[in-house]
């Protein structure tokens, strides 16, 4: 999936992988797609309660040894 940025929240604990988001997003653009990185376990869940609750949509999560890489795209 090509995103339009990246965000590196490797090594980063709730709340931090979503308050970082939330920032990166100011960013773009609506119709934009946002990579995050993570490691924290937590985001499988988190992210898609924050996308739930502020509109972004969640297009994907993958898993692969322990890190996490989550596509959202800004409403």
């Given at each position: 999936m090509k995103a339009n940025a990246e965000l590196d929240c490797l090594g980063l604990y709730c709340p931090m992988?979503?308050?970082?988001?939330?920032?990166?997003m100011k960013e773009?653009?609506?119709?934009?797609?946002?990579?995050?990185?993570?490691?924290?376990?937590?985001?499988?869940?988190?992210?898609?309660?924050w996308c739930e609750a502020t509109g972004n949509e969640l297009l994907k999560i993958e898993e692969e040894n322990g890190k996490y890489k989550i596509y959202i795209r800004k409403k």
């Open positions: 992988p979503i308050a970082k988001t939330v920032e990166k773009l653009n609506p119709g934009d797609i946002l990579e995050i990185l993570a490691d924290d376990e937590g985001i499988k869940s988190d992210m898609p309660a």
